[in-house]
């Protein structure tokens, strides 16, 4: 990842303080509609259901509870007297959308790293069930959080499952595995300070040799994550590395992949150098997040193994411009004005080769629910509109393994859609401003008046 997590460790006491605390700001916030547990029929003017690149006009969703009963155009479906109708005939229909890269955790103006040591677990939950919020009401009803405190996301997770807090559906992940004095390390601070304020995070982070790997892999999995990150090269937001060196040897990622997989999870690595990408691939990593420095031979490595492509590329206009404003070191900014021309680039290389492609953006770096501002740079470096939401939506849940449930608008899916006021196959632009979002049959942003009895 881009972001380094430099949080220390939350348990769930402290998470849960927090919640309690936040619950009525965000339920104010959301302004979530619970829909009652009855037949919900949604009249749709446009559908874009991503089990292909077309629309389809005049349909009506058909909800039961939480999920899709049925999708059929509207001559089909006979709407009862007095049933719940949510009208969107004059509005252009997705499935919820889905950002493979975030940090809920995280905000984008404290970069200074002196903060690693002065904010508490508590700010970081704080952030947590704001930026969820945030990241829900944006259209994104699916996230995967890849780096945090341990284990922050699991909690968070777990709140959002259970009602307590609005947010997406989450993959999380625990803290970055990291090499010592890699990206994912403490890094330009004494030892004394190291060992004072950042022992628990060592635990579960830190990994030297491929059986440090496989013992942090599986502490990890026994909290409860849903995905392993690893850190194959060095990062942009860290201090005291360079994000092309290799970091993990292969067979430490080898390893890693492996109990991943023994424990039927997904692995990520972090890699923007060449060959930690190609290391990282031929190890069994799932998804390369970043891939900035990747070359026509991880390339064709990455079609070979299907592994999965996760570029930031909106970022780099944040993190050469607020970013500074709000104190990012001048190490950083050189090692971004490095890399993120470069990504862009390769980005749109691996595009025409046929790579597959998530969406994910690294939220957390820039502010939390600008997330869809990465659809603009992803067509502009490549792909089709219909491409870059398809990446949001059914690759996206490809990746993630949330296929049977979420990614498309189809019957026995979870009632996840948004809506926007224009043809985003015309405009990507458009889904920078949704204007309705549904999860799992509930409403939790109506701006067009949507919901009417009938």
Request: charged share 25%; hydrophobic share 40%; net charge negative.
């Amino acid at each position: 990842m881009r972001h380094k997590p430099g949080f220390f460790c939350s348990c769930l006491c402290a998470v849960v303080a927090i919640v309690v605390a936040v619950q009525p700001l965000c339920a104010q916030t959301a302004s979530a509609k619970v829909v009652p547990s009855q037949t919900v029929y949604v009249k749709v003017g446009h559908l874009f259901d991503a089990t292909s690149d077309k629309l389809r006009d005049n349909v009506v969703v058909v909800i039961d509870g939480e999920r899709i009963a049925k999708v059929a155009p509207a001559g089909e479906v006979t709407i009862p007297a007095g049933a719940k109708v949510v009208d969107l005939s004059k509005d252009w229909v997705l499935p919820g959308l889905i950002d493979c890269h975030t940090h809920l955790e995280a905000r984008a103006d404290k970069y200074d790293p002196i903060n690693q040591v002065k904010d508490t677990p508590f700010i970081g939950g704080f952030n947590g069930v704001v930026n969820a919020n945030k990241t829900l009401l944006a259209g994104f009803t699916g996230v995967r959080d890849v780096g945090s405190s341990p284990f922050f996301a699991v909690d968070l997770r777990r709140a959002i499952d259970s009602g307590y807090i609005p947010g997406p559906r989450m993959v999380a992940s625990g803290p970055g595995i990291s090499i010592t004095g890699g990206h994912g390390d403490m890094n330009g601070f004494a030892p004394g300070v190291n060992n004072m304020m950042y022992p628990a995070e060592k635990d579960y982070a830190i990994a030297d040799g491929p059986e440090e790997v496989r013992r942090v892999v599986r502490e990890q999995v026994k909290y409860g994550v849903d995905v392993i990150k690893i850190l194959a090269t060095g990062g942009v937001l860290s201090q005291g590395d360079k994000p092309g060196a290799e970091q993990f040897t292969f067979e430490e990622m080898k390893v890693a992949a492996e109990e991943a997989h023994h424990a039927g999870r997904k692995i990520a690595a972090h890699a923007h150098g060449t060959e930690g990408i190609k290391d990282a691939v031929r190890a069994g990593i799932d998804s390369i997040e970043h891939g900035s420095l990747i070359d026509a031979e991880g390339i064709e490595l990455m079609k070979q193994h299907g592994t999965y492509l996760v570029a930031d590329i909106y970022n780099d206009d944040y993190i050469l411009g607020k970013a500074i404003e709000f104190g990012l070191p001048q190490e950083n900014v050189d090692k971004e004005k490095m890399v993120g021309r470069l990504q862009r680039e390769n980005f749109a290389k691996a595009v025409a080769a046929g790579v597959k492609i998530a969406f994910g953006t690294d939220a957390g770096v820039y502010p939390h629910g600008d997330n869809a501002k990465q659809f603009y740079y992803m067509v502009k470096f490549g792909m089709t509109p219909a491409g870059a939401i398809r990446a949001a939506t059914s690759s996206a849940a490809d990746l993630i393994d949330r296929s049977k449930d979420e990614g498309t608008v189809e019957a026995g899916k979870y009632a996840d859609m948004i809506a926007v006021t224009s043809n985003p196959l015309d405009d990507v632009k458009v889904l920078e401003h949704v204007s309705f979002v549904m999860k799992g049959g509930k409403i939790y942003k109506d701006e067009v008046g949507a919901e009417a009895a009938k």
